[in-house]
């Protein structure tokens, strides 16, 4: 069975960091594109970030120069490095995981998903 679990969340002031980490099983994930997601009350689930099995990686423009997502594959892990915490980046964090970094940055469609984890910033 294939599994997401994300980790590292919690409260955080303005200013602060969070490093996020998604483990993942059931099978290794070395050749797919992984990606974080967020979501906020009330609003709906915004691309925040993908790295492809390559390496390559794409960020929104929201986080830009603040988030940074890296992969370990030996770990079948990904993470998403966060400074510079705003409020506004308070939501629940979302790991997701699929073939094509196209479908995951652009699509916002993703095979396999994690339970989430929250990021609460406090200014």
């Known amino acids: 069975q294939v599994q997401l679990v994300e980790s590292g969340g919690g409260l955080v002031q303005a200013g602060g960091s969070l490093r996020l980490s998604c483990a993942a099983s059931?099978?290794?994930?070395?050749?797919?594109?992984m990606g974080w997601f967020r979501q906020a009350p009330g609003k709906e689930r915004e691309f925040v970030a993908a790295?492809?099995?390559?390496?390559?990686?794409t960020n929104a423009d929201s986080v830009k120069g603040r988030f940074t997502i890296s992969r370990d594959n030996a770990k079948n892990t990904v993470y998403l490095q966060m400074n510079s915490l705003k409020p506004e980046d308070t939501a629940v964090y979302y790991c997701?995981?699929?073939?094509?970094?196209?479908?995951?940055?652009?699509?916002?469609?993703?095979?396999?998903w994690g339970q989430g984890t929250q990021v609460t910033v406090s200014s």
């Open positions: 997701a995981a699929d073939r094509s970094i196209q479908r995951i940055a652009i699509l916002k469609e993703a095979n396999y």
């Open positions: 059931g099978r290794t994930f070395s050749r797919d594109s």
């Open positions: 790295i492809a099995w390559t390496g390559g990686s």
